[in-house]
């Protein structure tokens, strides 16, 4: 196995999974760190390259990971499947004349090769990717692995890129909603076709606000139109884990399942029993979800809640 470079750009917590993949690969480890941080001179890695990048500029990110893959001799590298990453990996997969394998679920060493499998055909099928020769780029979904808690004493290094006149940041504007996003999220419940409607949600919205958490959905409920994709849970969405994930009103499909399977607690709500939610659930209630929601949130309102 050659030289991997782990790269680190603003969503930390993503990017630090991406050790954990390269000791799963058993190569030699350095790191290119995209923005100013603390954990540069403690990252678990022989080399970190670092450059100051107030916000996020492709074409100078680009050049800066080129840069560091021609100074290390890196032969893999790996990228978060995040907003950043998706931008950023095929920029470097063309500048540098690598091969992108994206958005992968799984990535392992087999007889000295890099194995990877992702979602293919909306989710339908998982195809499985044997790398090649020379350079590979590729991106894995935020927390299909987790976190490695292992530090480091790396050399590092600065690398210097010229600003491209080419591309300016003229404004940044607010999303326009505070809410959590799901891959952040340590409680999730998520909701199914079966909420019936958008406005239906909003009972889902209060229950995970008191438990300090954010809503998902399926992927049948987002077809629907209930939510929008960016709280899609799954394969074809984003990969979860939290401490504690409600379904309600989710059967669970293969590529729902997998895509939240990591959960610690999972708590299934369904009047299925014989849902496959239920194989994979921690608690299983056969119920209807809109009994037993509201019961749920009437118990927690009058509950004392912490300071």
Request: with cysteine; glycine share 10%.
């Amino acid at each position: 196995m050659g030289k991997i470079l782990v790269v680190i750009e603003p969503n930390q917590d993503a990017s630090m999974q991406m050790f954990t993949v390269a000791k799963e690969l058993g190569g030699e480890t350095d790191a290119i760190v995209m923005n100013d941080c603390e954990c540069v001179s403690i990252l678990p890695c022989s080399t970190a390259y670092n450059f100051s990048m107030d916000m996020y500029l492709p074409l100078q990110a680009t050049d800066a990971v080129a840069k560091a893959i021609e100074i290390s001799g890196a032969t893999t590298v790996l990228i978060a499947a995040t907003q950043v990453g998706r931008d950023l990996a095929p920029r470097v997969a063309a500048r540098c004349g690598g091969s992108l394998i994206g958005d992968c679920t799984t990535v392992s060493n087999e007889s000295g090769s890099i194995q990877c499998t992702r979602p293919v055909y909306g989710g339908k099928f998982v195809a499985t990717i044997q790398a090649g020769d020379g350079l590979n780029i590729i991106t894995v979904r935020p927390n299909a692995f987790a976190s490695t808690d292992e530090t480091g004493s790396p050399t590092v290094q600065t690398i210097e890129t010229n600003h491209d006149d080419r591309e300016t940041i003229s404004a940044v504007e607010e999303s326009g909603t505070n809410e959590m996003g799901v891959a952040d999220a340590d409680v999730i419940v998520s909701g199914g076709r079966p909420m019936g409607s958008e406005e239906n949600f909003a009972s889902l919205y209060e229950l995970a606000h008191l438990l300090g958490g954010t809503v998902g959905a399926s992927r049948a409920a987002v077809d629907e139109g209930y939510q929008p994709v960016a709280r899609q849970v799954g394969l074809t969405g984003t990969v979860v884990a939290p401490r504690l994930y409600i379904a309600c009103g989710i059967d669970g499909a293969i590529q729902h399942l997998a895509g939240m399977r990591g959960s610690q607690v999972i708590v299934a709500i369904n009047t299925n029993p014989d849902a496959p939610i239920f194989k994979v659930a921690t608690y299983g209630c056969v119920i209807d979800l809109f009994e037993l929601v509201p019961a749920l949130t009437k118990q927690l309102q009058q509950s004392p809640q912490p300071a």
